[in-house]
């Protein structure tokens, strides 16, 4: 499986912005897709996932009523649409297919099986 993300840029805070992601190659048996983010010095880590079947969303605390990832299944593409956008949203965020969710609702990143190149977005006060 091959993602390809793209939509990053610069935007105020208070803002919104929209990542896509298009998923290529064998993704017939992708179950979840979704976002993670990694800031300068810090981990790599989750943001959002949707069931690729039922379309479930799980959102980390930290996005959570502020961003809502979407999918179209027909087209492979998972969409992230971030608004209100603060300055500790900049990151890199990289897309991301076939995570676990863990029974304490963690998705670590060592759970993804496949990455796409990350894309920037940098909100600026």
């Known amino acids: 499986v091959q993602l390809q993300a793209s939509g990053g840029g610069l935007v105020q805070t208070g803002g919104s912005l929209r990542l896509s992601c298009v998923a290529s190659?064998?993704?017939?048996?992708?179950?979840?897709m979704g976002w993670f983010r990694q800031a300068p010095g810090t981990e790599r880590v989750f943001v959002a996932v949707i069931n690729w079947s039922s379309g479930a969303t799980y959102y980390s605390d930290t996005v959570k009523g502020r961003f809502t990832i979407s999918r179209d299944s027909a087209k492979n593409t998972v969409d992230l649409q971030m608004t209100n956008l603060k300055s500790e949203d900049t990151a890199v965020y990289y897309c991301?297919?076939?995570?676990?969710?863990?029974?304490?609702?963690?998705?670590?990143?060592?759970?993804?099986?496949?990455w796409g190149k990350g894309t920037q977005v940098t909100v600026s006060s």
């Open positions: 190659g064998r993704t017939s048996s992708t179950y979840n």
């Open positions: 991301a297919a076939d995570m676990v969710i863990t029974s304490d609702y963690d998705v670590p990143s060592t759970s993804v099986d496949y």
